[in-house]
């Protein structure tokens, strides 16, 4: 046991005398989900609009009711709208001015009553990215809203037209009644489908909350939310780096010479292996300590340590164990260094530690469960969000042990082979 | 020195002989290799060795590079298995014990083994505590080192600041520090200027002096000649000769070698050597013939005069007393440094 420490001292001074990498790799999942809380957690002010420009030719209902949707209480959400002549809005796109510019050509409302064929014309700004397609989603939303409309309302609607360029003269009683009896069947025809609508939109925001709100205050909340939503994931992938980061020393010190002589020593492969574990693990419990307190400035609510602290000594294990089977099987440095980025990556993204799972596709989330970030990331958020107790850990904290102790049995075996065959001497 | 029946003797750190070279009393022996082989794939790096040094003495391995030195000593560090063979140190198998014979043992490697973020003082403490030395005793082991290899005064430095030399002498030291009784020097001088390279030699005298049994390798004729009390001749995995220097010097017969380089075959020397009396050819191969040639008489200058005169298509010829690398020419047909 001595005989460990001593090794693990002096790594750890090695570390202490080189710390540029450790601290890079640890700083990683708090500048990265501290940018995107930043970027995405201030409310809607924090969301940069769409700036629409809409050139209107038309002054039919219907094209009115097409630039009003963009300047309604929910569009202007999203939307900062402009109503413009086409040629000012095209000088304004040249400039830079807006995301894009939707044409409402003359006779629109017309052509759309008369059931011919009519043209939005949208021009979108190529030197952004998302915003532009937000905005031709949103137009092309809108065509698919008045085409449907117009093809439930036909029959009202021809009776309608008449009227509608009667010029001038008012419609009799017997005539709105007659137009109103045909809106009315068609939408009973029509109300299996339409009322209630066959999808419905609930969001939801980390914390319990159901919407956001404007006050400052609730800002800082939302930031701290999405802090702590990517922080786990994040955080798993960067502690697997920092534990990948003490293992490679078993392929530093192969290129060094220092492990053939400490073979030659009163080392044995067991001894060396369960040092260079010890100091993954101390490592790996240091950075964790660090992030736990980062994260704890961004929690809002109480959690449970235990819960928290048996599946942070269950990472621990597993990381230890990953990386001495990655460091077992390598034959060079640099072959390990690109299949532990390789792995960890892979693993990182299927496993749900860089998105969410429920936004991957099903076959990715059907082999999660068999990588370790996977239980981890899921023991972190259900402790994290859903204040998870000891109990319900349980199953993330024995699978994460379980990998550790198996790949690290496996590791130090793959060591032992490669001394006896006298690849480390 | 006087012994009981009054005549001179010669003391050597190995055996007590008399004037006549009979064993007055018998060293233990240190270090037992019996029969080692070691194969990678189709090569047999060593084949079938076998050689015993006694306590306190300085063996070396001598040969070219590629001889099996480095894996013989892997061997004899437990770093390596043999196929075949057992390694003994001080009467205890190593395959059987091998924590039991590491403790005892220190390794010099051939390319220094160091952390090169820590200093000199810091290394020595590492290695000396990986062999269980604490408190007084370590900083005692880490000051006599540092003296014995003249890094004292720098032992606080990261050895990355370090040059080439300094890092060898500091490699020789962390072999040292635990007081080991016997050391495997693997070819500790390569690669390094002459300044250091005495500096080393010097620093291997004084382990020698203080007790400690040494197996030292080198492919430098001078440096076995001037450290090794026996010497191995070491190539293509087998040790072709044993001995003293006097001995193994005495087996080549005070003959000289004459190696004569050109484009003749070498069968055109046959009948010039068979006309020769004392002259044999040693090794024959396109353009290059090795002879030994008996000093006594005109030897070699007949010999140049006959082979010059036969109007052969001939570069240039070399003559060579009586040497290391004499013999390891007339053992092997090419010189130690080809």
């Known amino acids: ?425 | 020195m006087a012994t009981e029946s009054g005549g001179s003797v010669i003391v050597r750190p190995v055996d007590v002989l008399d004037n006549s070279g009979a064993v007055l009393a018998r060293i233990a022996r240190m270090i037992e290799a019996q029969g080692l082989v070691k194969s990678f794939g189709s090569l047999r790096a060593v084949d079938g060795i076998g050689f015993h040094v006694r306590k306190g003495e300085l063996y070396g391995l001598l040969g070219p590079n590629g001889a099996g030195k480095t894996t013989t000593m892997s061997m004899l560090a437990g770093l390596l298995q043999p196929d075949e063979g057992q390694i003994r140190f001080d009467g205890i198998d190593l395959a059987a014990r091998p924590l039991a014979v590491k403790q005892q043992l220190g390794v010099v490697p051939q390319e220094p083994a160091l952390y090169e973020t820590l200093s000199a003082r810091e290394n020595l403490r590492f290695w000396g505590g990986l062999y269980g030395l604490s408190g007084k005793d370590l900083s005692a082991a880490v000051d006599r080192v540092l003296q014995l290899v003249g890094l004292s005064d720098r032992s606080k430095e990261p050895i990355r600041r370090y040059s080439g030399g300094m890092k060898r002498r500091l490699n020789l030291a962390l072999g040292l520090v635990h007081g080991p009784r016997a050391v495997l020097m693997d070819e500790p001088t390569v690669g390094i200027d002459p300044q250091a390279r005495l500096n080393i030699l010097e620093a291997v005298k004084n382990v020698t002096a203080s007790g400690a049994t040494v197996i030292y390798t080198t492919h430098y004729l001078e440096e076995a000649e001037e450290l090794c009390d026996r010497i191995a001749i070491m190539d293509h995995g087998k040790i072709l000769a044993e001995g003293t220097l006097e001995e193994l010097i005495r087996r080549v017969g005070g003959r000289e070698l004459v190696t004569v380089r050109g484009g003749f075959a070498p069968e055109a020397l046959e009948p010039i050597v068979a006309a020769l009396p004392g002259v044999q050819i040693t090794s024959a191969a396109p353009g290059r013939v090795v002879l030994t040639v008996e000093r006594a008489g005109r030897g070699s200058v007949d010999v140049l005069a006959r082979v010059l005169g036969a109007g052969l298509d001939v570069d240039g010829v070399s003559v060579q007393p009586p040497s290391l690398n004499a013999l390891f020419l007339n053992l092997t047909g090419r010189e130690l440094r080809d």
Do not use: C
């Open chain 1, 1 to 425: 046991m001595s005989l460990i420490a001593h090794l693990v001292a002096k790594d750890l001074k090695r570390k202490i005398r080189s710390p540029l990498g450790f601290l890079v790799v640890l700083s990683f999942p708090v500048l990265f989900a501290g940018m995107i809380a930043l970027a995405f957690g201030r409310g809607g002010d924090a969301i940069p609009k769409v700036r629409m420009l809409v050139a209107n030719e038309d002054d039919g209902i219907l094209a009115s009711a097409v630039a009003s949707a963009f300047t309604s209480q929910q569009g202007a959400r999203v939307f900062e709208t402009r109503s413009v002549e086409q040629a000012d809005g095209l000088e304004r796109m040249e400039r830079g001015e807006a995301s894009a510019l939707l044409v409402i050509p003359a006779g629109f409302t017309r052509d759309v009553l008369d059931g011919k064929p009519v043209v939005l014309q949208l021009t979108r700004n190529p030197s952004e990215g998302i915003l532009p397609e937000i905005a031709e989603q949103a137009a092309g939303t809108l065509a698919d809203v008045l085409e449907g409309g117009r093809r439930v309302l036909d029959e009202p609607l021809a009776e309608l037209r008449p009227l509608l360029r009667g010029g001038g003269e008012a419609p009799s009683d017997a005539e709105v009644i007659a137009v109103s009896l045909l809106v009315k069947r068609a939408l009973e025809r029509s109300g299996d489908l339409l009322f209630p609508p066959a999808i419905t939109l609930q969001s939801e925001i980390f914390g319990g909350g159901t919407e956001a709100k404007a006050s400052g205050a609730n800002d800082e909340g939302n930031t701290s939310a999405i802090f702590l939503l990517i922080l786990p994931g994040v955080a798993v992938y960067a502690i697997f780096l920092v534990g990948d980061q003490a293992m490679r020393d078993v392929m530093t010190e192969r290129t060094l010479g220092t492990l053939r002589r400490q073979l030659a020593g009163p080392v044995t492969v067991g001894t060396y292996v369960l040092g260079k574990a010890a100091t993954t693990a101390v490592l790996s419990l240091v950075s964790l300590a660090v992030l736990t307190a980062v994260g704890a400035l961004a929690l809002r609510d109480p959690v449970s340590v235990p819960a928290f602290a048996l599946v942070s000594l269950a990472l621990v294990l597993a990381i230890t164990g990953t990386s001495a089977v990655i460091y077992g099987v390598s034959r060079t440095e640099r072959q390990a260094a690109t299949m532990a980025s390789i792995i960890y990556l892979v693993m990182a993204f299927v496993g749900g530690s860089f998105f969410r799972l429920e936004s991957l596709p099903a076959a990715l989330r059907a082999i999660a469960p068999f990588t370790p970030f996977y239980w981890a990331t899921e023991g972190y958020r259900a402790v994290l969000e859903r204040k998870a107790g000891v109990a319900a850990v349980l199953p993330h904290t024995g699978v994460l042990a379980a990998i550790g102790v198996v790949l690290l049995t496996a590791g130090a075996a793959a060591l032992r082979r490669a001394a006896k065959r006298g690849a480390v001497a």
